[in-house]
């Protein structure tokens, strides 16, 4: 599995929980290096270790947690180039939606050897879709789940109202209802597509 999605289980768990939490975690794992690293490759047994010390740890269910980092990788301060990067796909929370299926192409542009899953999105009726997520042999098991997470941030983010439904997985693939119920619900957050250099030059002085 590639280091980035391992080190994201890290971040998730130090940002969220604290340090003291990730040692007891990584200790229960049996994982013995301090933390993971971005730019290394890791067995999935050794991810799916420190997850599954995590859910003793916090007494959550796996899905949940797994939802949680979706939902941490929009909203904490950490990741604003992240949902920034995520705001790009569209005006709106549909046109957003119709975007995924070129995540996994524009996240390769920037690492070249991540392999996320495959994304295929169908309109069912008006305002009701299915997205179908296909893992990669080296992606998260349970992908789904944290994309559920990022989805529902993002339409928090948008201001949309959304209804949504891990249903399972078929033919291998992990199936997402998605109900929009209104674009406009809630005034989204603040998106300024200038915001990004203004803060790199206050950077650099």
């Not at 980035?4 to 289980?9: E, N, P, Q, W």
């Not at 599954?52 to 947690?65: F, M, Q, Y």
């Not at 080296?138 to 789904?144: A, K, T």
């Not at 997470?149 to 948008?158: I, P």
Request: glycine share 8%.
């Amino acid at each position: 599995m590639h280091g980035l999605i391992a080190r994201t289980l890290q971040c998730f768990l130090q940002d969220t929980y604290g340090y003291a939490a990730w040692q007891d975690i990584a200790r229960r794992a049996r994982f013995e290096a301090a933390e993971f690293e971005a730019m290394l490759d890791y067995d999935t047994v050794t991810v799916e270790q420190v997850l599954d010390g995590a859910v003793v740890h916090l007494s959550k269910p796996r899905e949940v947690i797994l939802e949680d980092i979706g939902t941490y990788l929009i909203t904490h301060s950490n990741n604003e180039g992240l949902r920034r990067l995520m705001r790009y796909g569209g005006v709106d929370f549909i046109e957003f939606l119709h975007s995924l299926e070129d995540l996994p192409g524009r996240a390769q542009l920037a690492v070249a050897d991540l392999d996320l899953p495959v994304l295929e999105l169908s309109d069912e009726s008006p305002g009701e879709f299915v997205l179908a997520c296909q893992a990669g042999q080296r992606s998260l098991p349970g992908f789904g789940y944290v994309l559920v997470g990022v989805l529902r941030a993002m339409a928090d983010d948008y201001g949309a109202l959304v209804i949504l439904d891990h249903r399972g997985i078929r033919e291998e693939a992990e199936i997402i209802g998605i109900t929009v119920v209104e674009t406009d619900f809630a005034e989204g957050r603040d998106f300024d597509l200038a915001a990004a250099p203004a803060v790199r030059r206050e950077a650099a002085s």
